[in-house]
């Protein structure tokens, strides 16, 4: 059983950074891709980021391009989201997703294409 665990949520300022972690159980070479999505209250979920872990390539969502990141560790089977320029409309709840298998499209992979999540970390912007 694939296991995901988020940390770094938290409380921030507008304008203010956070990084958030995702350990993983697995080595990024055993999956296809992993990402970040999120759920803001009252709404559904939505994919934020991701990589695909065989040559680094990253999708972003366009409320997230320029100020959001993805990285990873593979040693310490890691990925990082690192949150630059907050928004209040970046509160959501924070979950990392992966996806075992090859994915046949291209862009930000469907939320219900991926395999495992983890149980999700709050993020809160405001002042």
């Known amino acids: 059983q694939v296991q995901l665990v988020e940390s770094g949520g938290g409380p921030v300022q507008p304008g203010g950074s956070l990084r958030l972690s995702c350990a993983a159980s697995?080595?990024?070479?055993?999956?296809?891709?992993i990402g970040w999505l999120r759920q803001a209250p009252g709404k559904e979920r939505e994919g934020v980021i991701c990589?695909?872990?065989?040559?680094?390539?990253?999708y972003y969502s366009d409320s997230v391009k320029g100020r959001f990141t993805i990285s990873r560790d593979n040693a310490k089977k890691t990925v990082y989201l690192q949150m630059n320029s907050l928004k209040p409309e970046d509160t959501a709840v924070y979950y990392c997703?992966?996806?075992?298998?090859?994915?046949?499209?291209?862009?930000?992979?469907?939320?219900?294409?991926?395999?495992?999540w983890g149980q999700g970390t709050q993020v809160t912007v405001s002042s």
């Open positions: 697995i080595f990024s070479s055993d999956y296809y891709a």
């Open positions: 997703a992966i996806k075992i298998w090859p994915y046949g499209g291209t862009g930000m992979i469907p939320l219900w294409q991926y395999d495992y």
């Open positions: 990589i695909i872990s065989s040559d680094g390539t990253t």
